[in-house]
């Protein structure tokens, strides 16, 4: 049996379709994220390598996006175009965080609700999300813009690196 939450209310077979079209956006929300992280990754390779630094390369998302504010040549993009990039990629990235590390409470055709453990709370506290379609559907069209700056930042560092 598939549970909804961790109470007693289980999901009926007449509730898949609807629960599957949920996870379908969660899933393209998710797959929409990849190809970001794949372009900030590229832009942190590239520029760590032209300016060899001896440091490793940062992991966590606001470390690379620092990192990559920094290092980026104003030739290339400006830095307020790149903090408003940067910017925009955060705020993105939090409905993508809820919904890849919640687990769902409730759900109907309209809005779902996720609960995330807020993991910088001392006290173990679930965090209830309401997020209804509208919402994910900014996201995705979000993610897709975010996809094709980050990717088009990451060949035009290629392109320096490989003429410098």
Known sequence: MIYKNTET????????????????VIGMITMYWSPVERSIDQCVHFL???????????????????????HMPETIFTADALVELAAST??????????????????????IEIGKINGKSGDHLIEIFTIDKNRLDKS????????????????????HAKNA
């Open 9 to 24: 209310e289980h999901i009926e077979s007449q509730d898949y379709p609807l629960l599957t079209s949920w996870f379908a």
């Open 48 to 70: 760590h390598q032209e300016k060899q630094i001896k440091k490793s390369k940062p992991t966590r998302l606001n470390s690379k996006l620092e990192f990559i504010k920094k």
């Open 90 to 111: 955060k705020q993105t990235v939090q409905i993508r965080d809820v919904l890849v590390h919640g687990v769902i409470s409730s759900y109907d055709e309209q809005k």
């Open 140 to 159: 995705a069209q979000a993610l897709s813009y975010l996809g094709e700056n980050w990717a088009k930042l990451a060949t035009a560092l290629l392109h």
